[in-house]
């Protein structure tokens, strides 16, 4: 049977859309693509053979991941999408098989898996693999055919194993990715820097519109339903340096606010939306769908359990926290509204019931951290932990949407931090690169430090002014590096005797073709917490 005959079936299926602006993208995206097929050569036979089934268009629009690596696998991802700007993607309501193959070297010689799947319409014809019984601490490379469409090639690693001496790692985290404001090129330079892992630390996308100057539109209004957050994560997917990425590097994730509604705290949105908690269940969904995370964590409705930690032989211990889905509301709201401030005076800050974490999530961390053995030990999570006053004068001025807002959360923290070997913190949210060392006393910034911080510029959304951290720089002695002026990401280098940190940034985020440089470096010796410049 031909392509055309193909898609009409297919069309026969279901109604085309009925949004005019969909309709017309559908047929636009669906003649481009048939023409496009018409022109490719055939594929390759090495893969493992799939069912035969024929697609309308090239279904691996997305790209593939891997996430979440252990000693023994990782998670692996992709999603049938041949039409990406719809919510199915293109694809008919039917399950389609697939075969994925995982390979100890690029060429595909030696074949150390090759497992058998299904993708589902009800997960948007995504598709996870957690692979294991691997070699340790070794790159493996793999790809998924589904009938005569075959993905491109990704590359990943495990871990080196849990009780193995270990002399270097290397860590690069980001955050605040907004499509509108820049394109993603920081990710050229990370694949160039070839961490052995990322983690992205919050805002993966942006679900509003907003700045001065965007260089590029969201496709659709604001997601509010599954359908909407699909777009809104296919969207992204398309950014040829965000897909380059996650085919190269493994990723791990702790999400922030923005992957659902901005500021919201637990079940709780910035505009007290009385239907939040269906929002926050599509928007769990979708994020699910479309990121490489290990299939324990699958969403049930509005939970979705995301908090985890892992060790990197005997080397680093790597947690990952939720600060978004158990919190207690922004204290000291507005009325008719819950949503960051930066306030003075706010007597509910004291409250001891005020959580980031949640008691549970709490009571995890401490556990974890009372278990580690690890030299290092990396807090990944979506803020600025160190005490921040950005008001001139005696008063100190509190933000309520980070740790600011919630000091006795801190402060359970920190008691935990106390625990481990040489506790290092990395977040992102602020739009500006941070460096700190996290006084032991937040009330006290001249306090001994108890651990040091990295905050990571966002890779494309934009900051506040320059001139807002240079005002505060006499009030915050602890802090050694403020810049919101630049977007990029951080790299850590960890070693037996010293951590350093690179901070790398793009020179113009709206240039498609930008340079690179590094903004900064610091070096933390082993015992001795707190950054020093390099």
Known sequence: MSLIADWIRHLSKRPLPQDPRARRLFLKQAALATAGLALAGPLTRAVAQAPRIRFVAEPFTLGVASGYPTPTGFTLWTRLAPVPLLADGGMAPERVPMVCEVAADEGFRTIARSVSCEAYPEVGHSVRLDIEGLAAGRPYWYRFRAGEALSPVGRTLTLPAASSRLDAWRIAF?????????????????????????????????????????????????????????????????????????????????WDDHEVDNDYAADVSENLDPGFLLRRAAAYQAFFE????????????????????????????????????????????????????????????????????????????????????????????????????????????????????????????????????????????????????????????????????????????????????????????????????????????FGRETLEASLRVVDDVRSATPGFATQARFRVEDGRPGPEAI
């Open 174 to 254: 980001a955050s605040c990715q907004h499509y509108e404001q820049g394109h993603f090129s920081a990710y050229r330079a990370m694949r160039e820097d070839a961490p052995d892992l990322v983690l992205f630390l919050g805002d993966y996308i942006y679900e509003s519109d907003w700045g001065s100057d965007r260089i590029r539109r969201h496709h659709g209004p604001e997601p509010m339903d599954l359908a909407g957050y699909r777009t809104r994560h296919a969207q992204y997917k398309l950014d040829a340096d965000l897909r380059a990425a996650h085919a190269e590097l493994p990723f791990c994730f702790a």
């Open 290 to 493: 479309h990121l490489p995370v290990p299939r324990r964590m699958y969403p049930r409705g509005p939970d979705m359990r995301t908090h985890t930690h892992f060790d990197v032989g005997d080397l680093l211990r790597v947690y990952l926290l939720d600060d978004r889905q158990y919190r207690t509301p922004q204290p000291c709201p507005r009325p008719n509204r819950h949503a960051s401030q930066t306030l003075v005076g706010c007597t509910e800050l004291e409250d001891p019931a005020q959580t980031l974490l949640g008691a549970e999530q709490e009571r995890w961390f401490d556990q974890a951290c009372a278990a580690s053995r690890a030299r290092w030990n990396l807090v990944g999570q979506q803020t600025l932990v160190a005490p921040f006053d950005d008001q001139p004068g005696p008063e100190r001025a509190a933000w309520t949407d980070g740790w600011d807002g919630y000091p006795r959360a801190r402060q359970r923290l920190l008691d935990s931090l106390r625990q481990v070997r040489n506790p290092v913190i990395a977040g992102g949210d602020l739009h500006a690169s941070v460096v700190a060392a996290v006084p032991s006393d937040p009330e006290r910034f001249d306090s001994k430090p108890i651990a040091s911080e990295f905050v990571a510029t966002s890779i494309s959304a934009d900051g506040w002014p320059q001139s807002r951290y240079d005002a505060a720089r006499a009030e915050n002695p602890h802090v050694r590096l403020a810049r919101s002026d630049q977007r990029g990401y951080t790299l850590l280098a």
